[in-house]
């Protein structure tokens, strides 16, 4: 059997002193607080034998593949040596989750792609058929967060992913970006817009799906320039934003939130040299009415919350996608007064997020490969995430 070349995470499992791990968990080793049980995380290149599709199953052949911020809280860890990153995990497994490629071989019961397409895929595997998936909430699928159930879980993080040559998908869970060659024109470029999908619809998740949006003209803060912060601009402007300010303390990044459309880039640290909190930059740049809608994307609940809270908009809307493994206190008459709402938002799948995004993206209205800054072979992996572990890019791209 011919092996190709997979980025595996391994890690100890340790649970921390003190910590109760369920008897499913202690089985099974799918565990949904990762920052609690693994440990030594070492990130590997070695050779798998390439999978054959059964099934509904699809083989894909890897064209692009992006380092996501949770890949970088893999191998990064604590003052004990515990991984970073607080979610669902099983280790070991291959890593990568944003990612495009073409169809190589389908299993037999497969109907909707074929050899040869190009594809993208959700990173959540959900079943479909508990309670939770068929009142539509795919991302909270019961299954994919029990540690009992090693059918369902997520890609890359409990299941074989893409940082890889080839990786072996559900029919289910592919979208087809064919759409995309002629917008970028190329196979290379609609391959790398193709590995931006999934954390852009991150973002459309949470800004229209859960937060239902905002009207054209709105005022918009988003917290955070990183991936998904950087999507959220991009989809807000297309979506007829009036104004949109966004946070970040990255020099590199309050450059590319430039590029992808920010009205105005603010460095929160730079301002509060000078005696100026965020918030009432906000208030200055809005005329003193405050923002519609805030995006907070930075996953630093104990610097943003305060900000946003002093600059809701009357009826303003929190769309809350940054993951921070840390408990806030939060100033529940501001809400009240403000007839103000936060929504929390996990995940990209279903609603019609994918598709909306493929859409935006083939018709051209956005254009995420601008956020591409980085580069890199399989083989440079180890480099790679060196690279990422500085948060001085948009987006590190790698291609198998």
Request: charged share 25%; aromatic share 8%; with cysteine.
């Amino acid at each position: 059997m011919r092996s190709v070349r997979a980025a595996v995470l391994y890690a100890d499992f340790s649970p921390r002193p003190g910590y109760k791990l369920s008897d499913e968990e202690a089985r099974t080793r799918k565990v949904r607080e990762g920052n609690k049980v693994w440990k030594n995380p070492r990130l590997i290149l070695e050779d798998r034998p390439i999978p054959e599709p059964r099934g509904d199953e699809v083989l894909v052949r890897v064209k692009a593949v992006g380092i996501c911020g949770s890949d970088v809280h893999f191998v990064e860890t604590d003052k004990e040596g515990y991984i970073i990153y607080p979610g669902l995990t099983r280790f070991p497994v291959v890593i990568g989750h944003e990612f495009s490629g073409v169809v190589e071989k389908v299993g037999p019961a497969v109907r909707s792609v074929k050899p040869g397409d190009m594809v993208t895929s959700e990173e959540m595997l959900w079943c479909g058929e508990c309670d939770v998936c068929r009142m539509g909430y795919l991302n909270h699928c019961i299954r994919l967060n029990d540690p009992a159930d090693l059918e369902y879980g997520e890609l890359g993080f409990t299941h074989d992913g893409a940082m890889a040559e080839y990786v072996l998908v559900r029919e289910r869970y592919l979208w087809k970006i064919d759409s995309l060659l002629d917008a970028y024109g190329s196979e290379e470029r609609a391959f790398e817009a193709g590995s931006l999908v999934e954390p852009t619809s991150v973002s459309y998740n949470a800004i229209f799906t859960r937060a239902g949006g905002f009207k054209p003209g709105a005022y918009v803060v988003v917290w955070g320039a990183g991936p998904i912060g950087l999507a959220a601009i991009s989809l807000c402007k297309a979506a007829g934003a009036g104004v949109v300010i966004a946070f970040e303390i990255s020099g590199p990044r309050l450059e590319l939130a430039k590029k992808v459309g920010a009205d105005h880039v603010l460095n929160p640290l730079e301002l509060k040299k000078k005696g100026i909190e965020p918030y009432e930059k906000v208030l200055e740049l809005t005329g003193g009415e405050g923002a519609d809608m805030h995006v907070e994307a930075a996953g630093a609940p104990a610097q943003t919350l305060p900000q946003i809270q002093r600059s809701l908009a009357v009826g303003g809307k929190v769309a809350w996608i940054g993951r921070a493994p840390s408990e806030v206190p939060i100033y529940l008459e501001v809400f009240q007064v403000r007839r103000a709402q936060l929504f929390g938002s996990q995940g990209h799948s279903g609603w019609g997020n994918f598709k909306n995004v493929i859409r935006l993206m083939a018709a051209g209205k956005v254009d995420m490969t601008r956020i591409i800054t980085s580069r890199f072979r399989l083989e440079e992996v180890e480099k790679a995430f060196e690279r990422a572990k500085r948060r001085v890019d948009g987006k590190i791209i790698i291609k198998p």
